[in-house]
């Protein structure tokens, strides 16, 4: 269903108008109102008044994260402490974590592009939705709540871990939706085996992942193990927290909320804006954000953008699923690769579970002359002959050479050994972490 029919399905002509309207609104609120941006529209020579069109967004100039850092906690808000009403954190992945503050205003907002992007994921007030996302400082498990309230499905905040007790419940009150780390949706699905419940007989249909990167390799084993559509969201703590974008039911790519932000690609090594189509950083611009609104946020993440109008009726770009972050690449043997490569290439192969390690040495930084790629092999070819877990181990060594040119030494290792997580996995770790199995 459409929720927001009259945003979600304007014709580009509208949506450019719309866009420059509030772009040239924003640069003049932040001027006005953040000193930081100020400071950094006059160390670029540019004033509220130079937004004349859509492309003079080049003018502005762009947000790291590094400035979110040097600024830390609240260096870039707009607004005073006494208009915040509630302060959220990344997860530091990669650091000291940024600060969002939120306004009323913008909890109102962020409550109606999750409960948008909810709609667009196939959600409806009829479901049962079990959110299984962090709640806490992390964006998701508040930010997928309030969303599903607003669309009026029946929330079950269960929030990460305690995977028994969420089967059970699944079950006992009928979930139909499940909301989680994609990684996090296979340690439900294999307590549910445990359990002796096969999650294809219950009642869930729809799952809704994000918040890390994951292959579509890894979609279709979930779907077929759970026996779901599972639907990619795309969000950050810096922009507003998960609700940025998502699939609708049609799976090819995920509509940004282009209403509320503005998006870009660039070359990350120049900073030029690239054309639709073109693979590049994703750069976003919130458009009415209060309390911290940001221009042109380096994301990090890399994808291309399609405007085509969908299938579904909406009109709004689709971002393609996210290869993974700049600072997420390696450099293995001078071949770059991204982690997610690695992951479509496994499980391409028979015999292979979703669960695996890529083992590097970082003195070199991201650059490594070493690679291992430890991966847990299915019950059935564990079991069997040694014969079969040699082929598997060279299949996947001549897969990995010959699709992305890297050579790997391949270890197989039991079913299960790999160490779960509840939230966002861990998929590379340097020799030096190696876990002893
Ligand atoms: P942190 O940067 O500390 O992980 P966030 O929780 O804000 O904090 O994470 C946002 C980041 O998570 C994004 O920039 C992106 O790299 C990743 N991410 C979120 N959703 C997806 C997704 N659907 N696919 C791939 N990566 C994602
Ligand atoms: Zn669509």
Request: glycine share 8%; hydrophobic share 35%; net charge negative.
């Amino acid at each position: 269903m459409i929720r927001d029919a009259r945003y979600e399905q304007m014709s580009r002509g509208d949506l450019d108008k719309l866009q420059l309207e509030r772009l040239k609104a924003m640069a003049a609120y932040v001027y006005d109102k953040s000193p930081f941006y100020q400071r950094a529209m006059k160390e670029k020579g540019v004033a509220p008044g130079d937004i004349q069109t859509l492309a003079d967004i080049t003018k502005l100039p762009f947000t790291s994260k590094l400035d979110f850092r040097d600024n830390y906690p609240f260096g870039l808000m707009a607004v005073s402490m006494d208009k915040v009403v509630r302060v959220h954190s990344s997860s530091g992945t990669t650091g000291k974590p940024v600060v969002a503050p939120y306004t009323q205003g913008d909890i109102d907002t962020w409550s109606d592009v999750m409960a948008r992007t909810l709609a667009t994921a196939g959600v409806t007030e009829n479901d049962v939705l079990q959110n299984s996302y962090g709640y806490g400082l992390f964006t998701g498990g508040l930010g997928f709540h309030y969303g599903a309230e607003r669309l009026g499905a029946s929330v079950i905040p269960t929030g990460g871990g305690n995977t028994k007790r969420q089967i059970l419940l699944l079950q006992d009150l009928g979930t139909s939706v499940i909301t989680c780390t994609p990684s996090y949706s296979l340690i439900l699905n294999e307590t549910a085996l445990d359990m002796g419940v096969d999650l294809r007989e219950t009642k869930l249909r729809v799952g809704v992942f994000g918040a890390e990167p994951w292959s579509d390799q890894m979609r279709k084993d979930i779907e077929s193990k759970m026996g779901i559509s599972a639907i990619n969201i795309y969000g950050l703590t810096e922009i507003i927290g998960p609700g940025v974008s998502t699939e609708c039911p049609y799976q090819c790519g995920m509509h940004i909320a282009e209403d509320h932000f503005l998006a870009e690609i660039i070359n990350p090594d120049t900073g030029k804006q690239l054309p639709y189509g073109e693979i590049g950083e994703l750069v976003l611009t919130t458009l009415t954000k209060e309390a911290q609104p940001v221009l042109r946020f380096r994301t990090k993440d890399i994808t291309s953008l399609n405007p085509e109008p969908c299938k579904c009726g909406r009109t709004h770009v689709r971002m393609s699923r996210i290869t993974g972050r700049t600072d997420d690449m390696l450099v293995v043997k001078g071949v770059n690769v991204f982690p997610s490569q690695i992951e479509s290439v496994l499980l391409d192969v028979e015999g292979v579970e979703p669960h695996y390690l890529i083992v590097v040495d970082r003195q070199q930084g991201f650059k490594s002359d070493y690679l291992e790629i430890w991966v847990e092999v299915s019950e059935d070819i564990f079991s069997d002959e040694m014969s079969k877990m040699e082929d598997l181990e060279d299949r996947l060594r001549s897969e990995m050479d010959s699709v992305l040119a890297i050579s790997a030494k391949i270890k197989l290792v039991e079913p299960k050994t790999i160490t779960r997580t509840e939230g966002k996995a861990k998929r590379v770790v340097d020799k030096s972490e190696l876990p002893i199995l």
